[in-house]
């Protein structure tokens, strides 16, 4: 598999790439020219009668075992009847002498031979190049192309203008080899790979760069768009022989100049160090910025920070929580968004953490709470009393004079208490667990809902939920992702839900993506229900529609 073509093999696909015509052109100017040339070195008798092999042999190389027999004919032919033994231009001329035809017929015979037998070789070494380089660009064990295909690209197949690069990684690619074996596994990246390119465009190219990855190139439209339609393609299980599989995956998303320039392997490299950072957070994806790896950049986003909540380059997007009983929005969480000038379009996951490790965090929450509340009454005007929930940092509820600001920006509003719930993390409760707890008591008392966000995440146990004086607890992501192919997490869910209503808490079921996951959380008795199934984050201006088609449901 790793064996180079050789010079002829090389030589070869040089003389493929020529249209057919082109070459038939070629052999029709060099006959005449080389019949000139015989003819006017002295005729037949003379070594330049040699030259015409040249034209045999490119005729087999490159147009084939018949076309070779062909051209060696006319050769002998044009050399023989045709040419003398002799012409004036010899020293010896006495006048024109012609071949016997035994020797010319002979010489026609051993032309086209020669042309038969070149083409019967360049055939063989044809079919033998196409099985090299199928082998050198196809995964062995899946027929997939691999990353050496990627040299078959060429700008023909590209549109101008800047492409999208993705990597996809199969987080969970060992259990399902530990469990059903390799070759259901090659199977399921047969599955994925048809799937890609049934839903994909013709301008989209394909590659299985490892045993769990695959990479991604197709023309850019935004990112927002292409990452949806990838998430799209990949929510849905893969039946193999009967079984359906929910492969876990880590997408990391790039931008390059050309699409052509996807047959260059560095091209992928930033798209990877996002699949490999999204798969380190337990997240779906990332969008790749090395400028905020960069410390002195991100010195320049928190300098720049404040100007962007005034000058409103951020801004919010709502996903809608659904009541599993009735399939009604019941809530809605706000999530906070940077279309940055410069850098474009900055997730949360990317600029937040820069953020709580100075003071901004409390502008940034107040920002938030501010426009979840605009956006309430809103909402409220136009009939609709549905509450908004905002994400609140272990930093905020250090932060003395929060509360205050809180009950004072809510009693402005006149929106009621209950219509803004504050979602807090498991391990932002813990880093201060007595003073965190008295915050969330006085919160609650002055008519507050909050939410223990992430929960099973890995830091409280079942028992420890009673210590949190909450009425409202999300199951973290990770158990809808298991929840089918693990019997562990279907337990693990059940406990949890039949305990939080044994202490009066309602529970929602945070990263639902498809139906069969949502009918095992009915079947639980979970209460809410939020994910990709019932809607992605939504735009402001989308909300009443939204809220319409919801009403006549």
């Given at each position: 598999m790793g064996k180079n073509p050789s010079i002829i093999e090389r030589l070869l696909l040089k003389i493929d790439q020529l249209a057919k015509w082109k070459k038939i052109l070629m052999i029709t100017i060099?006959?005449?020219?080389?019949?000139?040339?015989?003819?006017?070195?002295?005729?037949?008798?003379?070594?330049?009668?040699?030259?015409?092999?040249?034209?045999?042999?490119?005729?087999?190389?490159?147009?084939?075992?018949?076309?070779?027999?062909i051209i060696g004919a006319i050769g002998g032919i044009v050399l023989g009847p045709l040419m003398p033994l002799s012409t004036p231009f010899d020293a010896n001329f006495v006048g024109y002498v012609w071949q016997e035809p035994v020797f010319w017929i002979y010489r026609a015979l051993i032309f086209t031979a020669a042309g038969s037998a070149m083409g019967l070789f360049s055939t063989i070494l044809r079919k033998k190049i196409i099985m090299i380089t199928d082998m050198l660009s196809h995964n062995y064990e899946t027929g997939i192309p691999n990353i050496y295909s990627l040299s078959n690209f060429t700008d023909k197949d590209a549109r101008e203008g800047k492409a999208v690069v993705i990597a996809i990684l199969i987080n969970n690619f060992e259990n399902i080899i530990e469990r059903l074996g390799n070759d259901f596994y090659n199977r399921l990246l047969n599955k994925l790979y048809n799937l890609l390119i049934h839903k994909l465009d013709p301008q989209t190219t394909i590659v299985q760069a490892a045993n769990n990855k695959f990479w991604i190139t197709r023309p850019f439209t935004s990112f927002e768009n292409d990452i949806n339609l990838i998430c799209e393609i990949l929510k849905h299980p893969l039946s193999v022989v009967g079984i359906p599989i929910y492969a876990e995956y880590a997408i990391g998303v790039d931008q390059i100049e050309m699409q052509s320039d996807c047959k260059v392997i560095d091209s992928?490299?930033?798209?990877?160090?996002?699949?490999?950072?999204?798969?380190?957070?337990?997240?779906?994806?990332?969008?790749?910025?090395?400028?905020?790896?960069?410390?002195?950049?991100?010195?320049?986003?928190?300098?720049?920070?404040?100007?962007?909540?005034?000058?409103?380059?951020?801004?919010?997007?709502f996903q809608p929580i659904i009541d599993l009983k009735t399939l009604k929005t019941v809530a809605f969480e706000a999530l906070i968004r940077w279309n940055h000038p410069v850098h474009g379009l900055i997730m949360p996951d990317r600029f937040i953490p820069l953020v709580e490790e100075t003071n901004l965090i409390n502008q940034l929450t107040d920002w938030v709470l501010k426009k979840a509340i605009d956006k309430e009454i809103e909402l409220q005007k136009d009939g609709y009393k549905i509450p908004i929930s905002i994400n609140v940092s272990a930093n905020n509820l250090s932060d003395p004079d929060f509360f205050t600001r809180v009950q004072s920006m809510i009693e402005l509003s006149h929106i009621g208490h209950q219509m803004i719930e504050f979602e807090v993390t498991e391990s932002a409760i813990i880093a201060n667990l007595e003073d965190n707890q008295r915050w969330m008591k006085k919160m609650?008392?002055?008519?507050?809902?909050?939410?223990?966000?992430?929960?099973?995440?890995?830091?409280?146990?079942?028992?420890?939920?009673?210590?949190?004086?909450?009425?409202?607890?999300?199951?973290?992501?990770?158990?809808?992702?298991?929840?089918?192919?693990?019997?562990?997490?279907?337990?693990?869910?059940?406990?949890?839900?039949?305990?939080?209503?044994?202490?009066?808490?309602?529970?929602?079921?945070?990263?639902?993506?498809?139906?069969?996951?949502?009918?095992?959380?009915?079947?639980?008795?979970?209460?809410?229900?939020?994910?990709?199934?019932?809607?992605?984050?939504?735009k402001e201006k989308d909300l009443d529609a939204w809220l319409k088609r919801d009403k006549e449901k």
């Open positions: 060099a006959m005449p020219a080389i019949y000139a040339l015989v003819f006017l070195t002295g005729g037949i008798t003379y070594s330049f009668s040699h030259t015409m092999y040249l034209v045999i042999i490119f005729a087999g190389m490159s147009l084939g075992t018949n076309w070779g027999a992928y490299r930033h798209a990877d160090i996002a699949a490999k950072d999204a798969q380190r957070r337990n997240i779906t994806y990332m969008i790749y910025d090395d400028t905020l790896s960069d410390k002195k950049i991100g010195i320049e986003l928190l300098s720049t920070f404040l100007r962007a909540l005034e000058e409103n380059q951020t801004f919010l997007v609650m008392s002055d008519g507050f809902t909050m939410s223990l966000d992430d929960f099973g995440k890995g830091y409280t146990s079942l028992a420890y939920l009673s210590q949190f004086d909450v009425k409202i607890i999300k199951l973290d992501q990770y158990f809808m992702r298991h929840i089918v192919a693990s019997e562990g997490v279907k337990t693990i869910v059940k406990s949890a839900i039949d305990l939080a209503h044994k202490l009066g808490c309602m529970v929602v079921a945070e990263g639902i993506e498809d139906e069969l996951v949502t009918a095992i959380c009915q079947g639980f008795g979970c209460d809410l229900g939020q994910g990709y199934y019932f809607a992605r984050p939504l």
